[in-house]
């Protein structure tokens, strides 16, 4: 990927006064870097993206790597361009009271003193190196995620019943199988959101929203539960060691008994340590002692930057209690769908309940699609037809998805139909192209398509685009009702990432799920915004504010109000997308079917 910075001043939202406090929110997202620099009230001053650098293998489809090194100084360009090392006015590093980081759920592995050690298999692996990020999307770990799976354990409990392949241990367990036991033991392992706060702070610190949602922390539900760290289950999967050290290499145990070893952890937006480090602040280009909020996974950070939202001005003001109808869908090269409530909800094939991942005492399930940007780009780049398309899109100076659009209404005009369901009505796709995380929980799902026809054609892009984008709301309906049969109360969506620029797919989300959709004022900026709200949280905690529900009261006060989505649908169209439904249900008990005896033939 290329390296460009992107300065957004120009589409600043408000100007801060000269005095106003300012808070840096981080975004970490799978190929780029985004800091926004956010006033006090909420308002976007400044942005900044860079992209950042993923490698693959050849040889391997599963492989997907980055490098701390490369996020870190991504994140350095970006807090320097938004204050005004682009070019644009300076701002004082003084008025930044606080700065806070999300990242994608991904493996960062580093030595005992910070330096980055190579996860790339081969004769490197676990020695210095730059490739020390497995990525959340990395599939490599499928053997050790069975081995996982086979354990009944109770930490399986609060992953839906399924450990994913894409989660931090299993990688962890690849790691162990595949570097040399000397190596692996000078290692340690954090979430990248946690591994961002250590190189800001130098502090080790994890936060409840890593360990928990994605280290195989277990919640505290009181009384004699398991909680914390469960020995008796790295022990079974191969990984004794952590329990015999006190898992200083995964997050150091604070105390603990039999089932019950608890390591220091931070709820979202919490203080980490003294703030930024000296040196750390060097490299940013800010003050050393600025507070540092206790990081989150991007889509939380996502769910802080959107479900405080009202969609009219004189709306009624969300309460913490009102968080828990409001689903937030984080959509850009995959997608996760959480939800808040106050107590624990188990949902199977959907991870969670989580406690502790925002705020103190409520509970979290995250369901998601592990391709949707992803599998958007697959479908349009591996056609016949994308040169052309491209070759129009220069022509008439626009994106290809404008293009696409176009020829999507001339073709319905053409066939004297009211909707795209209609156009599409007798092609059907299954979407699951890179496996199934919710709610079937099987990595080991596969993409298919009923309707193809002998079509190279530019006309057949434009359906098999919409027909995309239509089978990833039908996957979200599947996601949302199992959750709902389980016990949660989802009535709308908060959206935020990057697809939200897709109105086509906003207003199928609307129309398939028959629920309002709400969007992001700034579609580009929710998640790094949420960001900003953990930074402000951390500053005025550390200034000794106590106030109960602060930080929902900063969501709500820094949180612009959004744009509604109503459901559309005709009753024609209703009838068609329930059919649609239907089939989509049916396709997936067919692949298990044939898998079955296939397998049973193979035997």
Known sequence: MSSNSNNAKGGAEKSAGDTEPLYIGIDVGTGSVRAALVSH????????????????????????????????????????????????????????????????????????QGNSITVTKGDGLGKAGDRNVILWADHRAEEEAKLINSTGSVVLDYVGGTMSLEMEIPKTLWLKKNMESSLF???????????????????????????????????????????????????????????????????????????????????????????????????????????????????????????????????????????????????????????????????????????????????????GQSSTGQLIDFMITTHPAYPQLQEIAKEEKTSIHVVLADQLEKLRKEAGVETLTELTKHLHLYPDLHGNRSPIADPSMTGSIMGLRLDRSLHD?????????????????????????????????????????????????????????????????????GSAMLARFAAETQQGKQKKDLLWDIMVEMTPNGTLVSPAASEKEKKLLEAKYKIFLESIDIQKRWKSEINAASA
């Open 41 to 112: 009230s909420g308002p976007i001053v400044a942005s900044s993206t860079k992209e950042t650098k993923t490698f693959r293998a050849d040889h391997d489809h599963r492989i997907f790597e980055q490098s701390s090194n490369d996020i870190w100084d991504s994140i350095c360009a970006c807090i320097r361009n938004v204050l005004g090392g682009g070019g644009g006015e300076h701002i004082d590093p003084g008025r930044v009271k606080g700065i806070s980081f999300d990242a994608t759920c991904s493996l960062a592995v580093t030595d005992l």
């Open 185 to 367: 033991s000078r290692c340690q392992f954090f979430d990248l959101p946690d591994f961002l706060t250590y190189r800001a702070t130098g502090e080790i610190t994890r936060s409840a929203c890593s360990l928990t949602c994605k280290c195989s922390y277990v919640p505290d539900r009181g009384n004699d539960s398991p909680a914390g760290w469960q020995d008796s289950f790295f022990e079974q999967i191969g990984l004794g060691e952590f329990a015999k050290n006190n898992y200083a290499q995964l997050g150091p145990v604070k105390d603990g008994l039999k089932n019950r070893k608890k390591t220091d952890t931070l709820t979202a937006g919490l203080p980490v340590g003294k703030g930024l480090g000296v040196e750390a602040a060097k490299e940013l280009g800010l003050l050393a002692g600025t507070p540092v909020g206790s990081a989150v996974i991007d889509a939380y950070a996502g769910w802080v930057g959107t479900i405080a939202a009202r969609h009219a001005s004189d709306s009624t003001i969300p309460t913490l209690e009102t968080s828990s109808h409001r689903l937030a869908p984080c959509a850009g090269t995959s997608t996760c769908f959480i939800v808040q409530s106050p107590e624990g909800v188990f949902v199977p094939g959907v991870w969670g309940p989580y406690k502790d991942a925002i705020f103190p005492g409520w509970w979290m399930n995250e369901g």
């Open 461 to 529: 892009l434009a359906r098999k685009f919409h027909l995309t984008l239509e089978a990833i709301a039908l996957q979200t309906r599947h996601i949302v009702e199992t959750m709902n049969k389980s016990g949660h109360k989802i009535s709308e969506l908060y959206m935020s990432g990057g697809q939200v620029k897709n109105a086509k797919l906003m207003q199928l989300f609307a129309n398939v799920l028959n629920m309002p959709v709400v969007l992001p004022q700034s579609t580009d900026d929710a998640v790094a915004r």
